[in-house]
């Protein structure tokens, strides 16, 4: 197969990004080998504006994928985990009521703090808001003149890191979009589609003119996506590694490690995935490999060692097994 070379960011010739030495809280991170699939991908969602939306298995790298590009760009990186109960008002823009609620009884009872002139004082601004003006996000959407309170962010992927308004573009994650509501994907369109949402005063948040964005997505496909939202997005599936790229992985995030040990688990992997699939149970991904990796080489397992096989036994169940019942329950009538 020929190799792709991206044309909207760059990446040394083994798709192994291991950080970028003029960014010490990035180059610190763990590296990321990406998959020629996915730098394809990337490259598209770059190229067309569109979101990217990322499935595969737990543990195959869809979240750090997102975080990666956040660092190989040097854009700003801000995401959010999707649940049953993330409403769209979350996401873009919510009204403070209690806290405005709150402001009216001190007023009426003319203690220190009124009630504040402008609406947008109780805008708390979501993960679109921030990502579409971070300016803007941060005065709430109140004019340069207005000397009101500033936002603060509630948001993990924006408390860890604050937006640098002086950084080209901003990458956008969506964790497991499938657990949402299903109303919630289509109710997306808008803010993805056009890059803006509306405001509670009838106002329409733009995304700046000219800022960089790339969204990605993920889902785990616990739930099937309404097709009107599939069909505005790029996709991409992250199968399970194989073997092969197993070793390759464990030779970049545990160099430590000894290859007879790696190879040893590698091969292990492969056949739980076959024993696990036929029994309807989820198989070990690529996250749970590296622990048992490094398990091992913490711990001085040694392949060769004459406890090897009871103590990898134990390793196995706890790192990639994981079973919930025991051999005896699970044989037991219902």
Known sequence: MSHYTPRNFTLPADYCFRGDPRDAAESAADPYIFSRAAVIAVDVALATGRPLLVAGPPGCGKSRLAETMAAVLRWNFVYQTITSRTRLEQLTVEVDHLRRLNDAHLAARSLQRALADRDEEYYNPGIFWWAFDAHSARRRGLPESVAGPRSEPRFPGVERKLPDEAREGTVLLLDEIDKAEPDLPNDLLEPLDRGSFGLPDGRTLRAQDGAQRLTVITTNRERELPPAFVRRCVTLLLAEPSREALVAIAAVRAPQAEKTLVEKVADRIEALRQELDESGRRPPGTSEFLDAVNTCQQLRIA???????????????????KPMVTEDERSRPA
């Open 303 to 321: 392949v060769d060692s004459p406890d090897w096989e009871e103590t990898w036994q134990q390793i196995e169940l706890v790192t990639l097994r």
